[in-house]
């Protein structure tokens, strides 16, 4: 059974589209067979993956307002990418009246969801209706939070947002895979004390998992349209990303 992970906080900056593309390279690298679905407009995981957006004819936006099969480019560092362009910035307006709606992005996935082990869904910074698409097409949720003191602006409302979409219909199997403290500075005291509260505040939600330290390789990684692995293998992180494609591996 595949895993559909939403990488989702409506923070924006927080490294959803990093960790995207960095979690999913690692899993590829176990051996697992890995799609990235970019649900964001600002389309930052199809640049990240070395697209260039306003190039594309076919992107998600086709899937879940035309209905679709999703455009899936193969074998980007051992990677499929279903892209996205600023047209899926269309998709809330277009979808208002649409029939069944909520289901749109999980309808896009059902057809090739037993091609890949690992679905990672890169969602925009909002709670509007693309991540609410995408929560429903999930199996499990995946927070990255900054860990500086507005880690926690917000995480009521995403909480929340998760409950909702568990409550009613649409995705009652919905699961929280945890929260990965990102953009971490162990020489600053108020990333060590916001990466304590999340560890006390959070661990009843779901796993932490090990923080991801602040570096600008992340930077010159994407600039460079590269997971961190390829454009600099022996960088400390590698370490930790690894770590945490292997927890996501006993995901049920
Ligand atoms: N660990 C890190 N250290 C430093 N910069 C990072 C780190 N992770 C991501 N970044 C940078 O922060 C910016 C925002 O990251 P991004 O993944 O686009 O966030 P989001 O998708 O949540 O908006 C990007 O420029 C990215 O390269
Ligand atoms: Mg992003």
Redesign the pocket.
């Known amino acids: 059974m595949s895993r559909i992970i939403a990488?989702f906080?409506q923070?924006?900056?927080?490294?959803?589209?990093?960790?995207?593309?960095n979690l999913g390279y690692q899993l590829a690298q176990l051996g697992h067979r890995v799609l990235l679905i970019d649900l964001?407009p600002?389309a930052?995981?199809t640049i990240?993956m070395g697209l260039v957006p306003r190039e594309l004819e076919q992107t998600v936006n086709n899937a879940i307002v035309d209905e679709q099969p999703l455009p899936i480019h193969e074998g980007i560092h051992d990677l499929d990418l279903a892209p996205a362009n600023i047209s899926l910035s269309t998709a809330e307006v277009q979808l208002i009246n649409a029939s069944m709606r909520d289901f749109r992005l999980k309808e896009a996935i059902e057809p090739i969801e037993d091609n890949y082990d690992f679905i990672l869904i890169?969602?925009p910074?909002s709670l509007g209706l693309l991540s609410y698409l995408s929560l429903v097409a999930a199996t499990h949720v995946l927070v990255?939070l900054?860990t500086h003191f507005k880690a926690f602006e917000g995480t009521g409302d995403l909480l929340k947002t998760v409950a909702t979409v568990r409550r009613h219909k649409p995705n009652r199997k919905l699961q929280i895979a945890g929260f990965v403290p990102?953009?971490?500075d162990a020489r600053n005291s108020q990333d060590t004390r916001t990466l304590a509260a999340i560890n006390e505040q959070l661990a009843i939600a779901g796993t932490i998992y090990p923080p991801?330290?602040?570096?600008?390789?992340?930077?010159?990684?994407?600039?460079e349209r590269m997971p961190l692995a390829v454009y600099d293998p022996k960088h400390p992180?590698v370490q930790i990303l690894k770590k945490i494609a292997s927890s996501l591996e006993s995901l049920k």
């Open positions: 990488v906080n923070v924006g900056g927080v490294a959803k589209t990093t960790l995207t593309q964001d600002h930052g995981l990240f890169d969602c910074p990255p900054e990102t953009k971490y991801i330290p602040r570096s600008t390789a992340f930077v010159d990684a994407s600039e992180s």
